[in-house]
C-alpha cells in the first residue's frame, strides 16, 4: 500500500495537517533552504535554525556564526546573509551556522514535531527524492511562502518532487496536484515563468540576480539535511 502525499502551499495552513507521523519537507527556494543545502554542501558542520532573531544572535555564545535576513536584506552585524554564494568555499567548512530567516526558519519552526523534518530545495532534489522514498513514511512539503502567503517558486518545487515521487506515494489533496501541474507547465523554463513573480521582483530591488538561477538548478547537490537534536545535519 503507498504511503501518503500532502502539500501545505504555506505555514499558515499548517494547523490543517497532521505533522507528527509525517517526514516533513521544508522548502524555501529564495533563498533559505538553498542556503542551508549549499553550506552543508560545503563542509559547514551544522545549521541551528531560528525563528527568532535575538535567539539567534544569542547562539554566538555557543560558538556559532550568525546567518540570514529579514525581508530579504542580511541582518545588521550577521556574518553572513541569504544568498547561497555566501555558503560556498573554504570559509564555510566546519563552521556551526546559526540561520534566521523572515519565513524558511518560520516553516521550519512550525514543522518541529514531524517525525523527520528534511530540507529541500533545487538544488538537492534528487537525493531528497531518494531519500523520502527510503523512508518511506507519509510525507508532507511545507512551502515556507513570503509572510504567510503563498508563492510561485516554492510551489514549483513542492510540485517537482511530488512528480517524481508519483510512483511510490498518493496524492491526498488538491495541493499536491495543482502543484504537479503548475510543475510542468513551468519546468523547461522556470526562470521564465517566475519572472513576474511577487519574490524575483522583491529580489530584483534588491539587486539580487545570480541567486535566482542558482537557486532553480536541479541537483548541484547530494546532501539532504534533516534535523536532529534541534541541528540540521547532513
Not at 59 to 86: C, H, I, L, M, Y
Not at 208 to 229: E, G, N
Amino acid at each position: 500500500m503507498k504511503s501518503s502525499l500532502d502539500v501545505c502551499l504555506s505555514p499558515e495552513l499548517l494547523h490543517l495537517y497532521e505533522v507528527k507521523e509525517r517526514t516533513v519537507v521544508v522548502v524555501d527556494i529564495f533563498r533559505a533552504t538553498s542556503c542551508m543545502v549549499t553550506a552543508l554542501a560545503h563542509g559547514a558542520a551544522c545549521i541551528k535554525p531560528f525563528a527568532d532573531l535575538e535567539e539567534c544572535l544569542e547562539a554566538v555564545k555557543e560558538g556559532f556564526e550568525t546567518s540570514g535576513e529579514r525581508n530579504g536584506q542580511k541582518v545588521d552585524g550577521f556574518d553572513r546573509g541569504n544568498s547561497p554564494f555566501e555558503y560556498m568555499g573554504e570559509s564555510i567548512k566546519g563552521k556551526k551556522i546559526a540561520f534566521t530567516t523572515t519565513n524558511g526558519t518560520q516553516a521550519i519552526e512550525k514543522s518541529k514535531q514531524a517525525k523527520n523534518l528534511v530540507i529541500g530545495s533545487f538544488l538537492n532534489l534528487k537525493s531528497v527524492s531518494n531519500v523520502i522514498g527510503e523512508l518511506g513514511d507519509p510525507v508532507l512539503i511545507v512551502c515556507a511562502g513570503w509572510k504567510g502567503r503563498v508563492n510561485l517558486e516554492d510551489t514549483l518545487f513542492a510540485g517537482a518532487l511530488a512528480e517524481n515521487l508519483l510512483d511510490h506515494f498518493t496524492l491526498e489533496d488538491d495541493a499536491a496536484l495543482a502543484a504537479i501541474n503548475l510543475y510542468r507547465s513551468a519546468k523547461t523554463d522556470m526562470e521564465g515563468f517566475l519572472k513576474n513573480s511577487s519574490h524575483v521582483k522583491r529580489l530584483a530591488r534588491l539587486n539580487v540576480v545570480k541567486d535566482i538561477s542558482f537557486c532553480l538548478t536541479a541537483d548541484q547537490y547530494q546532501v539532504v539535511p534533516i534535523l536532529r537534536s534541534g541541528l540540521l545535519v547532513s
